[in-house]
């Protein structure tokens, strides 16, 4: 089933990253962590079909997507980028394999982070995010998504790592093993992973050679 949902408003996160809200249809359910197949009112683009994660929280009145826009892609994200509020979504139902297991570290690249958007939010509101850390990779600090919300979330600790930035304040270089090793005492613990596919990839293998059980990796199957 698909709904046309129209944008009641429209906020910028970063240089590339917009922040999209609707009011939510009644009876529409999902978990934090879920996507659905998204598509826009527009000829040529309604079966798009490209998986976005709600940000929002199943409690809330309206339902909101995060989404980087990449101009230069000649795709969905660019058609997304130019439309304007009132414009529509085409959303289908909520499907996916990352959801909330238990305490740990979330691990995510770029916009990977979206789906731990509305996990950390949900812990966030129980007050439960004690001990619960956030390892975020970036190209630059103009890149990161959302920051001042998690540096915010009491409980929250946040490592930033910039690939193209060398700064005070910030992790250097990327997500690997070494740097795994270094930042991680205690891998008997729940990881959530979430970024490029290469990235996902080669951060569970490494979290596995580094002892981590294989069924406390949580990422998008």
């Not at 994200?77 to 394999?97: H, K, N, P, R």
């Not at 998690?150 to 910039?162: C, P, S």
């Not at 992790?171 to 990235?199: T, W």
């Amino acid at each position: 089933m698909t709904n046309k949902l129209a944008i009641t408003s429209i906020v910028d996160i970063t240089h590339d990253v917009r922040q999209f809200t609707f009011e939510k249809p009644q009876g529409f359910s999902y978990e934090p962590g879920q996507a659905a197949e998204v598509g826009i009112d527009k000829d040529g683009w309604r079966d798009a079909g490209n998986p976005f994660t709600f940000t929002s929280l199943p409690a809330w009145d309206e339902l909101q997507f995060t989404i980087k826009i990449y101009p230069s892609h000649d795709g969905l994200t660019e058609q997304i980028g130019q439309l304007t509020q009132g414009d529509s979504f085409i959303v289908g139902d909520a499907w996916g394999t990352i959801e909330y297991k238990g305490k740990g570290t979330f691990i995510a690249g770029g916009a990977g982070v979206t789906p731990f958007i509305a996990i950390l939010r949900m812990l966030a509101d129980r007050g439960e995010l004690s001990g619960h850390r956030l390892i975020f990779a970036n190209k630059t600090e103009a890149d990161i998504i959302l920051r001042e919300e998690f540096d915010a979330m009491d409980g929250l600790e946040t490592v930033y790592v910039l690939s193209k930035e060398d700064k005070d304040g910030f992790e250097h270089g990327r997500i690997d093993k070494d740097f795994l090793k270094a930042h991680i005492s205690d891998f008997n613990q729940h990881f959530y992973v979430c970024g490029p596919d290469a990235m996902v990839e080669s951060i569970n293998d490494a979290l596995k050679d580094l002892g981590a059980d294989a069924d406390g990796l949580v990422f998008e199957e």
